[in-house]
């Protein structure tokens, strides 16, 4: 079984700052773990993807993210918003082969 | 150069009256999937196919069928929309059924709204 908690269905920073989203997995084995963009009335974009080896995991857009497998977590940081970061962004595992499961979405606003 | 093309990217359709999404992909992916969003919701997995084989979700309702006439074309029939069917519609195709393990690829969508 699988699962996928994004704590904060609705996170706002001001431009410039650090932006924190935050997700939490549960998986019974290995994980593979994956973070998507879905800007308004457009489809999931992969941002950043962790299969194996290194931990930190850059992606697109300045974003990157870190799996800690003794916390269950691997949350999504940016240094610096800009205002184009507005979007929906979604948290999803899969194991095994097991299908895609996503969290439920953090709706990211940025204030100029 | 779009790898998977979803359309119409907006459909109203009336109350009981079928209607049918399409998706189409160049990536000449095995996979394809189809996931209903609601609005300030996950996506939710229908079903896929992996080539001819199709693989429908416990609680995908009847009302909801797929076909897949070949690699690049992959369709969504809603035999009779109501009201609750209104959504994102999200079509994505792997190269594999553990194709999540690489990527996935997402269309545009396509937002269906019932009248």
């Known amino acids: 079984a699988q699962s996928v908690t994004q704590l904060g269905s609705h996170v706002s920073v001001s431009e410039g700052a650090l932006v924190l989203l935050r997700c939490n997995y549960s998986s019974s084995v290995p994980p593979y773990l994956f973070w998507y963009v879905q800007y308004p009335n457009q489809g999931l974009q992969l941002l950043l993807k962790y299969t194996t080896g290194a931990t930190l995991v850059k992606g697109i857009n300045g974003f990157e993210a870190e799996f800690k497998k003794s916390e269950t977590s691997f949350h999504l940081t940016k240094p610096s918003a800009h205002m184009s970061d507005a979007a929906e962004y979604f948290c999803?595992?899969?194991?095994?082969?097991?299908?895609?499961?996503f969290g439920g979405g953090t709706r990211l606003m940025v204030k100029p | 150069d779009a790898m998977v093309i979803q359309n119409p990217r907006y459909q109203v359709t009336q109350f009981g009256k079928p209607v049918t999404l399409s998706c189409s992909q160049t990536l000449n992916h095995n996979v394809m999937y189809w996931y209903q969003q609601k609005s300030s919701q996950a996506p939710k997995l229908l079903f896929h196919y992996y080539d001819k084989d199709f693989n429908n979700e416990a609680d995908t309702p009847d009302n909801f069928q797929s076909r897949r006439p070949n690699t690049s074309f992959c369709f969504l029939d809603i035999r009779s929309p109501g009201l609750g069917d209104a959504a994102m519609y999200l079509c994505?195709?792997?190269?594999?059924?553990?194709?999540?393990?690489?990527?996935?690829?997402f269309g545009q969508g396509t937002r269906l709204t019932v009248v």
């Open positions: 994505a195709t792997s190269r594999d059924e553990r194709g999540f393990e690489t990527e996935a690829f």
């Open positions: 999803a595992v899969t194991n095994a082969g097991n299908m895609l499961t």
